[in-house]
């Protein structure tokens, strides 16, 4: 959807320019014809010499460089623009766009572009989570600009945490969205669950389900890529969270997990639970560390909420709830009675009887079935694709809110 697609690529002086290169790379593979704009700090940090490599065009820096054309740069560059990506979008030139300060040759753009705005804030955790810097985005927001989350991890400075500048396949994707009209999610809120609950029995060992959160987080994921508003309930997972979320809630227990669905559900208009929570928790959790005294230790369980169940009681009209079974045998009979016990609308029967799918796995083996006894099998995929398939199966009976 990028192909003729004229974008001004505005790279700022923060650590993560060097992704910018790839995203010149990407955007130019997809069709696009990409225009750099660099502030004289990002140059301290990549050279102009690449991007002009890169993208195939001059790179464009300095506002009083000897004038080769009638066009004034600035002017040029906000017209001929189909879209303005900011990557990495730093404090400085948030500020400078909240407030319409045009000093250089990128704020001047900003400035004098009716195109599309994107910001792909990248900075210290801090530096994000400041008062000020929250402000500025919102403000950008209220006037039309689009801001792409920034991703959590590991940051440069060596703190942890939200400010790191999503990959640039992430970033690549949010235009194509824009324009590709995949959209498709537009305006439907998404609640996606994820991962599984660990039940303590002591402060050191716990039960639970064998889940890594793939799948989940893949929907979530390409929730996002079609433009919904996604909130992602996650139990304990190595993944980092999705650029792009509304929302991420990270619980252990069942009981957190119940407590933050349903705080969240009423809102949201599909709704997938992919979370492998744990039927049963133990009744009476030891306060130290039980000691290996005995032959055998018998712990007594008692049984977890059942949150689709309860899901299922309250859907309201236009709501869609999607399920999972985790099966390793008689997969679409165990399938279809949760379907019609939990009143879902979908239910996809995970088959993990194999060691080449399912949990902890990059490939799932499932089937999906509706509410009118449809049964849609899929080949072994990977999950990244069966989030796609999935979404294409169940989005289109979801009524976005008005």
């Not at 089937?367 to 990977?382: A, W």
């Amino acid at each position: 959807m990028l192909e003729g697609k004229k974008i001004v690529l505005g790279v700022t002086g923060g650590i993560a320019a060097y992704k910018a290169v790839e995203v010149a790379s990407r955007l130019r593979q997809a069709g696009a014809e990409v225009h750099v704009v660099m502030t004289r700090e990002a140059t301290e940090f990549v050279t102009e010499l690449t991007f002009r490599e890169i993208s195939g065009n001059p790179v464009t820096m300095d506002m009083w460089a000897p004038v080769t054309h009638w066009n004034v740069a600035h002017i040029a560059l906000a017209n001929l623009a189909d879209a303005v990506l900011i990557a990495p979008a730093t404090a400085n030139i948030i500020a400078k766009a909240a407030v319409g300060i045009a000093d250089d040759m990128l704020s001047t753009t900003l400035l004098a572009t009716s195109a599309p705005v994107f910001f792909a804030p990248a900075m210290n955790t801090r530096m994000y989570e400041n008062p000020v810097v929250q402000q500025n985005i919102r403000c950008l927001e209220k006037r039309g600009a689009h801001i792409i989350a920034p991703a959590c991890g590991h940051l440069a400075c060596g703190a942890k945490g939200a400010g790191r500048l999503p990959e640039p396949v992430v970033l690549v994707k949010a235009l194509d969205n824009f324009f590709g009209g995949q959209s498709a999610l537009a305006g439907i809120k998404v609640l996606v669950t994820a991962s599984g609950t660990l039940e303590p029995i002591d402060p050191v060992r716990y039960i639970g389900n064998r889940s890594s959160g793939k799948m989940g987080y893949a929907i979530a994921a390409e929730a996002v890529r079609r433009g919904a508003s996604v909130v992602l309930i996650s139990g304990p997972s190595a993944l980092e969270p999705p650029a792009g979320l509304e929302k991420f809630i990270p619980v252990r227990t069942a009981l957190q997990m119940r407590e933050a669905v349903l705080a969240e559900a009423e809102s949201c208009t599909l709704i997938i639970k992919a979370a492998a929570v744990a039927d049963y928790r133990v009744s009476r959790i030891a306060a130290n560390k039980i000691k290996k005294d005995e032959n055998e230790l018998v712990l007594r369980l008692e049984k977890n909420p059942d949150i689709l169940w309860e899901l299922g009681q309250r859907k309201r009209p236009g709501q869609v709830l999607v399920g999972f079974a985790a099966e390793t045998q008689n997969l679409l009979e165990y399938a279809r009675a949760k379907l019609e016990k939990k009143n879902l609308d979908f239910i996809v029967a995970n088959d993990v009887s194999r060691a080449d799918a399912g949990f902890n796995t990059e490939k799932n083996l499932v089937k999906l079935l509706d509410r009118s006894g449809g049964v849609e099998e899929f080949p072994l995929m990977d999950k990244h694709r069966l989030a796609a398939l999935l979404l294409d199966r169940v989005w289109p009976t979801a009524v976005p809110e008005k």
